[in-house]
């Protein structure tokens, strides 16, 4: 199999125009590199034979088990050998430098696995792009809704490095997984995306594995991207449910037996204050109030037999 320097790989779930303006702004990032896009997707929305259509030279996966964004992506790797591989949400839209930044960064940071870019919101406003790895004192103050209340207390700008200067090049503990480049050998080193990560901290468990590994982490301003943060899950109520149990799988696999268990119980004891919450937010008059407490109490139920057999 032919050896690329760089692979980009786009996953998305039921976000065709959002695909396609990925894809076009990858194609533009990787002109003149030795690369190949390939999309990997989840969805059935007609993703796939849009992509197609629009340019023949990227390659397309299709999953149609939806196995979730770790999986898709190192299915993508596992097709096309290459000494670097982009990871990238379908919600990105790529400055047409920005890989090529983010290349010349690894160029001359050998002992650095994985860089990301400075993301901003389509307005321009800037992004959170770089975290630390959360602690469990954070992760309580947010199951239990103490953040909501005070959003921009000092836990949370430390987080999110709000007491560094990103500026410059910055070495961190993880980046937004929208957009990550990793150097294939560490990549491949740590085992790719542990699967059982389905959409949320993905990277920072990648992240977490490659520190230990001996490799670096870092964040790279120089390079940019527009991120419509969420556009593939803003429609359902999986955060509910998915975003919670990583959180806790994390915590299981990277942090004492008994923080993870401090953790599981305080997401239980949040979904069941939510469940109790629902009834008075969304009381059951008409039809479509009924519909969505329904919807909204069935997520948070499906959460707590999830925590019970985990």
Do not use: W
């Not at 503990?173 to 995306?193: C, I, P, Y």
């Not at 949320?200 to 490659?210: A, H, I, P």
């Amino acid at each position: 199999m032919n050896i690329l320097d760089l692979v980009v790989i786009i996953v998305g779930y039921n976000t065709r125009e959002l695909t396609l303006q990925a894809v076009a702004s990858a194609r533009k990032a990787t002109a003149g590199l030795d690369a190949r896009v390939i999309v990997a997707d989840n969805g059935s929305d007609g993703t796939a034979r849009a992509v197609r259509d629009a340019d023949p030279n990227v390659t397309v996966l299709v999953n149609a088990d939806n196995p979730g964004y770790g999986a898709a992506l190192n299915r993508a790797a596992a097709t096309q050998r290459s000494a670097h591989v982009c990871a990238m949400n379908a919600d990105v839209v790529l400055e047409p430098e920005s890989l090529v930044t983010l290349r010349r960064f690894l160029d001359a940071n050998p002992t650095c696995g994985l860089v990301g870019p400075a993301l901003a919101y389509p307005d321009g406003v800037p992004q959170a792009s770089a975290k630390r790895f959360p602690t469990l004192g954070l992760a309580l103050g947010e199951v239990l809704g103490i953040h909501a209340l005070a959003p921009r207390n000092r836990s949370v700008r430390r987080f999110y490095y709000e007491d560094q200067d990103l500026t410059r090049d910055t070495r961190v503990d993880t980046v937004s997984g929208a957009v990550m480049l990793l150097r294939a050998e560490a990549f491949d080193g740590v085992g790719r995306f542990d699967e059982a990560f389905r959409m949320y901290f993905e990277e920072t468990d990648l992240c977490r594995r490659l520190h230990d590994s001996g490799h670096a982490v870092a964040f790279c301003p120089a390079a940019r991207a527009i991120h419509q943060h969420g556009a593939s899950t803003r429609q359902t109520s999986v955060r509910q449910v998915e975003y919670y149990l990583s959180y806790v799988r994390y915590f299981r696999k990277h942090h004492r037996r008994a923080a993870a268990a401090i953790l599981r119980a305080a997401v239980a004891a949040g979904a069941l204050a939510r469940m109790a919450a629902l009834v008075v937010k969304y009381p059951p008059v008409g039809s479509h109030r009924v519909a969505s407490l329904k919807q909204k109490e069935a997520a948070c139920a499906r959460l707590l037999r999830s925590l019970g057999s985990s």
